[in-house]
């Protein structure tokens, strides 16, 4: 039996697929983490603002702030004005991230992603 040939291209696709799935898989906690401590429903409420004054408004470290701001932002999920340095949330995405969505609330289902399966005796 011959040595199947090795398609570059489908390995360049199929790798290209596996890091859009662990990219998502990362926002997909994020945003998690962004339901759990109200930043969705805080953006949702302010005006375009910078990451200090997110921080303030929900009584957390503005660094780790920042950091969450970078994902979502990664992830299309906020808008970011460079000039002004203010991070927003569209209402349209608001309208399936925030609390007032109420069971429509898709950042809900980012808590069903286990961090840690327990799927190997390791």
Known sequence: MADPVFDQARSEAFAGRMMDVLNGAGITLMMSIGHQVGLFDVLADLPPATSQQIAEATGLNERYVREWLGAMLTGGVI????????????????AWLTRAAGTDNLAVQALFIPCWPRWSNR
């Open 79 to 94: 808008d970011y004005d460079q000039t002004a340095g203010t991070y927003a949330l569209p209402t349209e995405h608001g």
